[in-house]
């Protein structure tokens, strides 16, 4: 493949990686704000009927929260191939700057193969989302604090272990590219089932278990809070003196993880 093509390819991906993540995170935070929004509406009403009014381009908006399914199931507009489109795009870049490109290996870091490499970047990604999947179903996902502490410490742990074994930019971008799974991963195959189980009983006029939806809810809020740091690190490439090239590498991604969760925080808020 010659330069060119490889630069166009490039370029065509990363416009569809950037612009699917920008319809994916939007969403993703605009109903985190139209429900945080709904639980101050239903303390003031008492839990009766809670609408939000907006105002944009000329025009008002009312948007209800219902508690049963008004119209018919294919009617249900489903918010989901942005996050795939998102994750495959940016495997894709994954796998043409790393793992076909020369940025994966550093000799200077460590001496292994680029199969090696690529088998270490692909186990993190499955291992990443198997310990962070575990860990929200045991007693630590219960706790809002405990679960912090969690993430701290194995965002940390796994930030120092592929520095040690990748070069800095490769280190940096798998970080990301392991919560980018994770993210992924909660929609297909955990909140997409939940809301499958919710039309369908609601459909058949049945009752819902509450905590399929609760899960749900806690796995959106979990992407909320892991989609700055993706955007942190996405970037960190175009600042190597900064961020993977400095010397206190390590100690700048753990600040940019921590930085983008407050910063998730101030706009979940907000």
């Known amino acids: 493949m010659s330069s060119a093509i490889r630069e166009?390819?490039?370029?065509?991906?990363?416009?569809?990686?950037?612009?699917?993540?920008?319809?994916?995170?939007?969403?993703?935070?605009?109903?985190?704000?139209?429900?945080?929004?709904?639980?101050?509406?239903?303390?003031?009403?008492?839990g009766g009927a809670a609408a939000v009014w907006m105002v944009h381009s000329g025009g008002f908006y009312t948007v209800e929260k219902q508690k049963a399914l008004g119209v018919g199931p294919e009617q249900v507009h489903w918010f989901r191939w942005e996050a795939f489109t998102t994750?495959?795009?940016?495997?894709?870049?994954?796998v043409l700057v790393y793992y076909v490109g020369s940025g994966l290996i550093d000799p200077d870091v460590a001496e292994i193969s680029k199969a090696a490499g690529i088998a270490i970047g692909l186990g993190a990604l499955v291992g990443g989302w198997i310990m962070y999947d575990l860990a929200v179903g045991s007693p630590l996902g219960k706790s809002e604090f405990a679960f912090l502490g969690f993430a701290l410490v194995a965002t940390s742990a796994l930030g120092w272990g592929l520095l040690h074994v990748f070069s800095g930019r490769a280190a940096y971008i798998h970080v990301g590219a392991i919560f980018g799974t994770i993210m992924t991963l909660n929609v297909w195959m955990r909140i997409l089932p939940a809301q499958r189980k919710m039309i369908a009983a609601a459909a058949s006029g049945a009752k819902f278990d509450a905590a399929l939806g609760a899960q749900a809810k806690l796995r959106s809020k979990h992407n909320t809070f892991m989609a700055v740091p993706v955007v942190f690190l996405m970037i960190s490439n175009h600042f190597p003196v900064a961020t993977y090239g400095n010397t206190y590498s390590w100690g700048v991604l753990v600040a940019l993880v921590v930085t983008g969760w407050a910063a998730a925080l101030v706009i979940r808020l907000a």
């Open 8 to 46: 166009w390819l490039n370029l065509s991906v990363r416009w569809i990686h950037v612009f699917a993540g920008i319809m994916w995170v939007g969403q993703t935070y605009y109903f985190t704000w139209l429900d945080g929004q709904f639980g101050k509406v239903e303390k003031q009403t008492a």
């Open 87 to 94: 994750w495959l795009a940016g495997m894709v870049l994954l």
